[in-house]
Structure formats: C-alpha cells, structure tokens
C-alpha cells in the first residue's frame, strides 16, 4: 500500500503575513531507497507537469519500493518575481545573485540562505537527489560534478552529459550535496518557460531510470546501453557582433562544422545588413536565447566544442 504524506516547509512569513513556506508530497511503500526531487528553484523553469507524472506513477504502481519525496515548486520567491507577464525568477532581485548559488544555506542568514537551508536540510535525508531545471532554448541534458555519477547520467537516458567543474564557493543545490557526501544529479529537462510533452516525457522516464538503478523500482525494464554517448566539461558563447534580430538556423545539438553558419543577425540600424556568424570550430549546438531580440555583445548561442565519446 502506498502511503502519501503532503507537507510544508517554512521559514516564516512575508511582510504581507503570509507564510514563505513550500508544498512537499512524500511517497512511501515497503523498504528500499529514498530519493529526493525537486524542481522550480528558478521562477519560469515549468517542470511541473513531471511532477504530476510522478506522482501519478507513484500512487498507482506497486512495483516499487522505498521512499520518494517531492517538492515540484521549491522557492517561495522567485516564482511571485514578475515583470508584465513574464515570470522573472533566476535572479534575486534583492541582490541580484542566482537564486541556485547559495547553497547548503544558513538558517540565520539572509531570505535566500534561510530557504536554502530549508530546502537542503530535507534533502539530505534521503540517499540520492535529482534537481529538475530548464535551460533556456535547448533540450534536456544531465549535469553532474563527480566522475562516478557519469553512469547514472548515462542510464538515465537523457544525453549529452555536462560534467561540470564543482564551484569553489556559492554553491548550486547539487554541488552542495555531493559536498555533504550524497549523490546529487541535475536535469535539464528542456526549455525555459516551455510546456513540451515529448521533453517532459523523456524527463520522466529519466526518473524512472534513476529509480532503477538505484533499485528502488523493480519492474524487470532492463537499463539500456547507450551508444555515441558524449561528456563536455566547458561551454564556449558567441556573442552578437551588433545589435538585431537573430534568426537561429540550424537545429539544436547538431554538429556544426568549422566555416559554417550559425545563425544570421539582422542590423537594427540598416534595412539591408545582416550578418552571418559562421562557427570558429567543429561545435555541437546546447542553447539558444530564449529572445530572437540582441543588443551588441548579448550571448546568442552556447557551444560545445571540446567533448569525448564514451
């Protein structure tokens, strides 16, 4: 039998009165692994509707065993950051810092080190963390710090892998956890501000994978052998040569070689110019802005040139 337990996580209230607190959801049944997933650290970043998946699964599936705790929406402030209609909530705009570099937090701190704690704290209770994001115009990819989780990464289905250098202070959420000795894995689970089925279902069978490998479910669904699997360890930008309109021309994560076009930019200032950036070197295509609009030196497109096949 399924047991679900919906709870509330708060550090106090706002100046309105009103609780800064988040919703959990914690799912058990039997004995095996506990994982921790959350989502919604950036206002804007829609991983909602995986949460609902998950919880679908969890409360009609009986082939798993162990403990999962959700928290779809994990910040009580970056999600009510709004300008016009647009929900600005990467940035703090007390201090302008990014709301995943304060981690593992303090509870005597300021209103962002304070959640932070409180996000943390439940997390490392449990054997295994996964935080859900988006980024900005792309598809879904794993990030990871440590060489050992390269595998989870791999099994999870979800490629390529970011093996990300690990921040020497400000840390992001999973940094921080494999500082406290756990096992922390990002997923990027698509575009920014975007409500894409076919990434949200990937991203949902990339949790299940997880679940798999940490034994938690047992359905007998062997994890597959990934070939033409790629890691990174650093991005490379092209910024806007001038101010226009971008038109980006060539699909994400294709193999761009060196000499052919990027993406075309049209001159603000001229009815008739408009120039096309052209890739320095062999690059695989990871972001695109989430604007076709750029002012002179604006990131346009985020490359990865440097990678190996494993």
């Given at each position: 039998?399924?047991?679900k337990?919906k709870?509330?996580?708060?550090?106090?209230?706002?100046?309105?009165?009103?609780?800064l607190?988040?919703?959990g959801?914690?799912?058990?049944q039997?004995n095996g692994?506990s994982?921790?997933?959350?989502g919604?650290?950036?206002?804007g970043?829609?991983t909602f509707?995986i949460?609902?998946?998950?919880?679908?699964?969890?409360?009609?599936n009986?082939e798993?065993?162990?403990?999962?705790?959700?928290?779809?929406?994990?910040?009580?402030?970056s999600?009510?950051?709004?300008?016009y209609?647009?929900t600005?909530?990467?940035?703090?705009?007390y201090?302008?810092?990014?709301?995943?570099?304060?981690?593992?937090?303090?509870?005597d701190g300021?209103?962002?080190?304070?959640i932070?704690?409180?996000?943390?704290?439940?997390?490392?209770?449990?054997?295994?963390?996964?935080?859900l994001?988006t980024?900005?115009?792309?598809?879904?990819?794993?990030?990871?710090?440590?060489?050992?989780?390269?595998?989870?990464?791999?099994?999870?289905?979800?490629?390529p892998?970011?093996?990300?250098?690990?921040?020497s202070?400000?840390?992001?959420?999973?940094?921080?956890?494999?500082n406290?000795g756990?096992?922390?894995?990002?997923?990027e689970?698509?575009?920014h501000?975007?409500?894409?089925?076919d990434?949200?279902?990937l991203?949902?069978?990339?949790v299940?994978?997880?679940?798999?490998?940490?034994?938690l479910?047992?359905?007998?669904?062997?994890?597959?052998?990934?070939?033409?699997?790629?890691v990174?360890e650093?991005?490379?930008?092209y910024?806007a040569?001038?101010?226009?309109f971008?038109e980006?021309?060539?699909?994400?994560?294709?193999?761009?070689?060196?000499?052919?076009?990027?993406?075309?930019?049209h001159?603000?200032n001229s009815l008739?110019?408009?120039?096309?950036?052209?890739?320095?070197e062999?690059?695989?295509?990871?972001?695109?802005?989430?604007?076709?609009?750029?002012?002179?030196?604006d990131?346009?497109?985020?490359?990865?040139?440097?990678?190996?096949y494993?």
């Amino acid at each position: 039998m399924v047991l679900k337990e919906k709870f509330t996580l708060s550090i106090g209230d706002n100046i309105t009165g009103s609780p800064l607190s988040v919703l959990g959801y914690r799912f058990s049944q039997g004995n095996g692994s506990s994982i921790y997933i959350q989502g919604g650290t950036h206002g804007g970043e829609i991983t909602f509707p995986i949460f609902k998946m998950l919880s679908n699964f969890l409360e009609k599936n009986t082939e798993w065993q162990g403990t999962v705790t959700l928290i779809p929406l994990s910040h009580p402030i970056s999600w009510n950051q709004r300008h016009y209609y647009y929900t600005a909530g990467k940035f703090d705009n007390y201090n302008g810092k990014d709301w995943n570099r304060s981690f593992p937090g303090n509870k005597d701190g300021s209103t962002t080190e304070r959640i932070s704690k409180m996000i943390f704290d439940e997390a490392i209770k449990h054997d295994l963390i996964l935080d859900l994001h988006t980024s900005r115009r792309s598809k879904p990819f794993t990030i990871v710090s440590r060489e050992d989780l390269v595998e989870y990464a791999i099994n999870s289905g979800i490629l390529p892998i970011y093996l990300a250098p690990k921040s020497s202070s400000n840390f992001p959420f999973t940094d921080a956890i494999d500082n406290a000795g756990k096992k922390g894995i990002t997923i990027e689970c698509g575009s920014h501000d975007s409500m894409n089925q076919d990434d949200f279902s990937l991203s949902f069978n990339a949790v299940l994978n997880v679940f798999r490998k940490e034994k938690l479910l047992n359905d007998n669904i062997e994890l597959k052998k990934v070939d033409g699997v790629f890691v990174f360890e650093k991005y490379e930008t092209y910024f806007a040569p001038i101010s226009g309109f971008v038109e980006y021309l060539q699909p994400l994560e294709k193999l761009v070689k060196k000499g052919e076009i990027l993406y075309r930019i049209h001159a603000s200032n001229s009815l008739n110019e408009a120039i096309d950036v052209l890739a320095i070197e062999n690059s695989i295509i990871m972001k695109y802005q989430s604007t076709h609009i750029a002012t002179i030196g604006d990131e346009v497109v985020t490359v990865v040139t440097k990678y190996k096949y494993i």
